[in-house]
């Protein structure tokens, strides 16, 4: 064997072991991609796992506070149809006792009785007013108790002009706060 045979020898053991070298690179080079696909993937499937169940669990959590949302918002509702019901109710006391009052006034007849019940009443009307009504309606109510008195007491004389005015200041002060109509009312007639 002669120095060429063994360079051609070498050449083709250097040549064998560059082509597995490149063979081997190839292939590791390949498997390390397919094994880092999987991995992502792995990873992409167990991120989307973790997204439904927060998502999941995000819109359980969300319904659940709608849905105290809803129960609070159903009670404060009905709280306030209550309140605005038992303003109603004592709003038409207030007129029924001022109306039976200017009646009996309206035909000559107040009587000792009259008063003491007007008295009786309107002092618990004022009991009950003072829980639930704002200042102006208290002060409308107020103005046409003194004058009530007033004529009681005939320190003023009964006139149905002012009467009536101390009347519907009472009854729009009571429209203003129950919202029910803010306009106010005025007599049109010719009384």
Same mark, same amino acid.
């Given at each position: 064997?002669?120095?060429?045979?063994?360079?051609?020898?070498?050449?083709?053991?250097?040549?064998?072991?560059?082509?597995?070298?490149?063979?081997?690179?190839?292939?590791?080079?390949?498997?390390?991609?397919?094994?880092?696909?999987?991995?992502?993937?792995?990873?992409?499937?167990? &991120?989307?796992?973790?997204?439904e169940?927060?998502? =999941?669990?995000? !819109?359980? %959590?969300?319904?659940?506070?709608? +849905?105290? #949302? *809803?129960?609070?918002?159903?009670?404060?509702?009905?709280?306030n149809?209550?309140?605005?019901?038992?303003?109603?109710?004592?709003y038409?006391?207030?007129?029924?006792?001022?109306?039976? &009052?200017?009646?009996?006034?309206?035909?000559?007849? =107040?009587?000792i !009785?009259? %008063?003491?019940?007007?008295?009786? +009443?309107? #002092? *618990?009307?004022?009991?009950?007013?003072?829980?639930?009504?704002?200042?102006?309606?208290?002060d409308?109510?107020?103005?046409?108790?003194?004058?009530m008195?007033?004529?009681?007491?005939?320190?003023?004389?009964?006139?149905?002009?002012?009467?009536?005015?101390?009347?519907?200041?009472?009854?729009?002060?009571?429209?203003?706060?129950?919202?029910?109509?803010?306009?106010?009312?005025?007599?049109?007639?010719p009384?």
């Amino acid at each position: 064997m002669d120095i060429v045979d063994l360079l051609k020898i070498s050449g083709l053991i250097l040549g064998t072991i560059s082509v597995s070298s490149s063979l081997l690179f190839f292939l590791i080079k390949w498997s390390a991609k397919l094994l880092a696909d999987r991995i992502v993937e792995n990873q992409k499937a167990e &991120l989307k796992k973790e997204v439904e169940e927060f998502r =999941i669990n995000l !819109e359980s %959590k969300n319904e659940t506070a709608l +849905e105290k #949302l *809803k129960s609070e918002l159903d009670l404060i509702k009905n709280a306030n149809i209550t309140a605005l019901n038992e303003k109603v109710k004592i709003y038409r006391l207030a007129t029924d006792i001022f109306s039976d &009052l200017i009646a009996n006034i309206d035909d000559d007849i =107040i009587t000792i !009785e009259n %008063k003491h019940l007007f008295n009786r +009443e309107r #002092l *618990k009307l004022y009991g009950y007013m003072g829980m639930i009504a704002p200042q102006p309606v208290m002060d409308a109510c107020d103005n046409l108790t003194d004058y009530m008195f007033d004529i009681f007491e005939k320190e003023n004389e009964y006139n149905w002009k002012i009467l009536r005015k101390f009347a519907l200041d009472l009854l729009n002060e009571i429209r203003k706060d129950i919202n029910i109509n803010v306009s106010e009312i005025i007599y049109n007639g010719p009384r």
